[in-house]
């Protein structure tokens, strides 16, 4: 059983870990990545114990599927000239 639902927004992203992160009762942190997030993984686990909670989310922020496909380069490249 999951020891608690935890939304998303309530989480912080951890740049060094590259997850969404939740303090954990033990100390450490619940730790879940943007990857498992696309995957439609909802379970956010502490690595220094056994508990693990559940992630509330919307998918559909996390899937490429439903990203604007635009492309990372401006469609009509202008030069660059520098002095």
């Given amino acids: ?7 998303i927004e309530d ?15 033990c100390g450490d942190l619940f730790q879940i990545t943007k990857d498992d997030l696309k995957l439609g993984e909802e379970i956010a686990r502490c690595p220094s114990c056994s508990l693990y ?11 490429d599927h439903n990203r604007n496909n635009k492309p990372l380069h401006p469609s009509n490249p202008q030069s660059l000239t520098v002095a």
């Fill in 1 to 7: 059983m999951s020891y608690d639902d935890v939304e």
């Fill in 11 to 25: 989480m912080e992203w951890n740049e060094e870990l590259q997850a969404y992160t939740y303090p954990c009762p």
């Fill in 53 to 63: 909670i559940t992630v509330i989310y919307n998918i559909e922020d996390f899937s």
